[in-house]
Nanobody
Framework: QVQLVESGGALVQAGDSLRLSCTSSGLIFRNYAMGWFRRVPGKEQILVAGVNLTGRYTYYADFVKGRFTISRDNTKNTVYLQMNSLQPEDTAVYYC?????????????WGQGTQVTVSS
């Protein structure tokens, strides 16, 4: 059974940083591209960042470029999302996902999410 477990979400103030982690089990992690999505109630889920199998290729949504960094450690079956200069509009539930195809999907497996709340 595939499991993706996110951690690191918190309540922070504008300008703060957070690092999210997503640890996988039940799949061969190095064979999957990984992505981080976020969802705000009433809005569509958005791909925030993605990383390919080796970590050499990354994708970022325009609104996080220069602030967020995605990385992975294949020895730990973990993908990270470093988030700097957080703003209230970054408030969302953040999900990690695994794709057999590419850093931009499609994604086959999803975690349960971790809440990030940024106060002004």
């Amino acid at each position: 059974q595939v499991q993706l477990v996110e951690s690191g979400g918190a309540l922070v103030q504008a300008g703060d940083s957070l690092r999210l982690s997503c640890t996988s089990s039940g799949l061969i992690f190095r064979n999957y591209a990984m992505g981080w999505f976020r969802r705000v109630p009433g809005k569509e889920q958005i791909l925030v960042a993605g990383v390919n199998l080796t970590g050499r290729y990354t994708y970022y949504a325009d609104f996080v470029k220069g602030r967020f960094t995605i990385s992975r450690d294949n020895t730990k079956n973990t993908v990270y999302l470093q988030m700097n200069s957080l703003q209230p509009e970054d408030t969302a539930v953040y999900y990690c996902a695994a794709s057999r195809r590419a850093a931009t999907g499609p994604f086959q497996y999803w975690g349960q999410g971790t809440q990030v709340t940024v106060s002004s």
